[in-house]
């Protein structure tokens, strides 16, 4: 856990990468000053916080200010179950549209015991992710956003990893995604196809294929905080199309997320207005 001491270099990094990945309101901070307006709440891990990649967030808010408040509920490296946990804050700004991407750390857990030990570790989790503890947890997110607010909610697909429209990394994504659809159906929600339309932009093989690690991550953030470079840049430099680092999405992927979330919002204002 990073300290909250200011000369400890840790908190320091943290800092920067506060300040370099600002996001609009969060959830605590709506409740403790509500602005009046309709909110609309983004509820996801880091690719909805904007840590890692590009703010699609951001684009959002920007869309629907001033007539509308954009909450980024997003906390990186969060499970499904953590959403759940968190549940609270959320229901608390009393949105009229929701959200929900999640998904992303749980598939990730699948690919070794490293990966699922620091899940379970660095987001204190009861168990090690399964598919089946992800379902669970989605279904529970899904009836409480229902029956505690009267918002509009839409779940969101899971964006490829490593730009990959096949193989090991496209087979580890594509049981959530089902999740997901199976969820929303029974649920009668809509799914906002951010897999279908991220992979639209994938313009070939990897240049460099994915090695399934986080030593990516630490590049890209070297280079954004460092060299200031884009997400863009940053995913062309380590050979993708649509990741910087093989998890989270560039300029490029980030624009169709917010696009699709924009067009839910839209529609969700209008019917209510009708």
């Known amino acids: 856990m990073t300290s909250d001491n200011p000369t400890d270099p840790r908190s320091r990094f943290k800092i920067a990468l506060d300040e370099r990945f600002s996001k609009p309101i969060g959830p605590r901070a709506h409740a403790a000053r509500p602005s009046g307006h309709p909110v609309l709440v983004c509820a996801g891990d880091s690719i909805t916080q904007g840590a890692g990649g590009s703010n699609w967030v951001h684009q959002v808010a920007r869309t629907v200010a001033p007539a509308m408040t954009c909450v980024n509920a997003g906390v990186g490296g969060n499970v499904a179950w953590n959403l759940l946990a968190r549940l609270d804050e959320i229901i608390a700004c009393r949105p009229i549209a929701v959200t929900v991407l999640i998904g992303t750390n749980d598939a990730l857990a699948q690919i070794s015991a490293t990966w699922s030990d620091s899940s379970v570790k660095h987001q204190q989790l009861p168990q090690h992710p ?15 956003l229902k029956s505690e607010t009267t918002a509009d909610i839409a779940l969101m697909s899971l964006p490829p990893l490593a730009d990959a429209v096949d193989g090991r990394w496209h087979d580890l994504v594509a049981p959530y995604n089902a999740i997901i659809h199976e969820v929303a159906t029974e649920a009668g929600v809509p799914v906002l196809p951010v897999h279908e339309r991220v992979t639209t932009l994938i313009t070939g093989e990897p240049a460099r294929p994915w090695d399934g ?3 990516l991550m630490g590049m890209s953030l070297l280079r954004r905080l460092a060299l200031r470079q884009s997400w863009d840049t940053i995913a062309r430099h380590h050979g993708f199309t649509t990741t910087p680092d093989g998890v989270h999405l560039n300029e490029h992927a980030a624009a169709q997320v917010a ?3 924009t067009q839910f919002v839209n529609a969700a204002v209008q019917a209510r207005k009708a």
């Open 259 to 261: 696009a699709l979330v």
């Open 130 to 144: 399964t598919a089946q503890w992800y379902e669970d947890n989605l279904r529970r997110i899904v009836d409480r």
């Open 213 to 215: 690690t986080r030593k």
